[in-house]
């Protein structure tokens, strides 16, 4: 049989997505070497870099390098320099944009403490320790892109601004098979979320949530309220297995759930459809920090992770990277973001540096 050849886009972006990205391709490389994976690396412009050289976000080129690949890598987007362009020009058109062309409808968010980083959190050791939650946000729908949308003026001048929120059946039981599917593989628990007791786009998303549900009797089925939740993370985050919810209300708890850990700089995402896949860091793009090499390498490594078990169907190879991570923590190397005392403050290069060490002796 001969081997897939996998083609992959790198997208560094803005600010310190070039330095992280950097750090990320050599674990990738090094893996596919080893495993003799068939990779092809493009790498193109999206965000404020692109901006400044084509005048837009996601130039043509780099859409079009996008949907050919199987799978994007991406740094990060967005900086002060960008902010004041008009909307369709902000960088974070460019994600919005590869979201809605690769048809990206599922949001992969692993919330996961490391024991060895357990005091990075703002809330107590006993109230994270062990949380495992993998947030599933519905990425293509909602009013993000619910139409119609936009701002008028009535007679007098006054503006109106406005956003629709729609679902239809298809987007919410799409994706409602794929939060059972994965439940499944997990703890059996699924949380959905919703704020169905105020809108009838998520009374529909509860309702159709629930028929999905029946053909998996195996997965425990509950539904929460938005507001609840946010609560209910902070008051026992550990009661959550798998959560899956709209794209506005995910984007907020996953910030939210982020911050358990304390360490934003460690938290992998992967946006999937149905044959295309973008992995990215929840980071921003930090330019206070870009071009220093001290930023966080490990979030975008964790993301090739990620592309190895879900693009690849590597979840071995995967979950080495993963204990490459860990063991280089527990070996006490941090960047700066995660430092605490007595522990060996190390920037960009020399963490990627370590892991790849790492990696390479667990690849043997
Ligand atoms: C995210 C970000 C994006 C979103 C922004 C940058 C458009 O906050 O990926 O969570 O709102 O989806
Ligand atoms: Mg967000």
Known sequence: ?????????????????????????KILRLVADRRKIDIVINEGYIG??????????????????????????????GGQQWESLEYNLRPERALLGLREKLGLYVNLRPVVVFE?????????????????????????????????????????????????????????????????????????????????????????????????GRNYPDVALKHMYVDNCAMQLIRNPAQFDVIVTTNLFGDILSDEAAMLTGSIGMLPSASLGQDKALYEPIHGSAPDIAGKNIANPLATILSVALLLRYTMARPQEADLVEKAVSEVLQ??????????????????????????????????
Not at 125 to 153: A, H, N, S, W
């Open 1 to 25: 049989m001969v081997n897939k050849q996998y083609n992959i886009t790198v997208f560094p972006g803005d600010g310190i997505g070039t330095e992280i990205m950097k750090e990320a391709l």
């Open 48 to 77: 404020g870099s692109a901006y400044d050289r084509f005048g837009e976000p996601l130039p043509r080129q780099s859409l079009d390098l996008a949907l050919q690949s199987d799978a994007v890598l991406l740094g990060a987007v």
């Open 116 to 212: 060895e980083l357990l005091d990075a959190s703002p809330l107590k050791r006993e109230i994270v320790r062990g949380i495992d939650i993998m947030i599933i946000r519905e990425l293509t729908g909602d009013v993000y892109f619910g139409q119609p949308r936009g701002v008028t003026k009535d007679k007098n001048g006054k503006r109106k601004a406005f956003n629709t929120m729609v679902y239809t059946e298809e987007e919410i039981s799409r994706i409602a098979v794929r939060a059972f599917e994965i439940a499944r593989k997990r703890r059996k628990n699924l949380l959905s979320v919703d704020k169905a007791n105020v809108l009838e786009s998520n009374e529909l998303w509860r309702s159709i949530v629930s028929e999905i």
């Open 331 to 364: 070996d006490g190397y941090r960047t700066q973001d995660i430092f605490q005392e007595g522990k060996k403050l190390v920037g960009t290069e020399e963490m990627g540096k370590q892991t790849l060490k790492k990696l390479a002796g667990l690849l043997n």
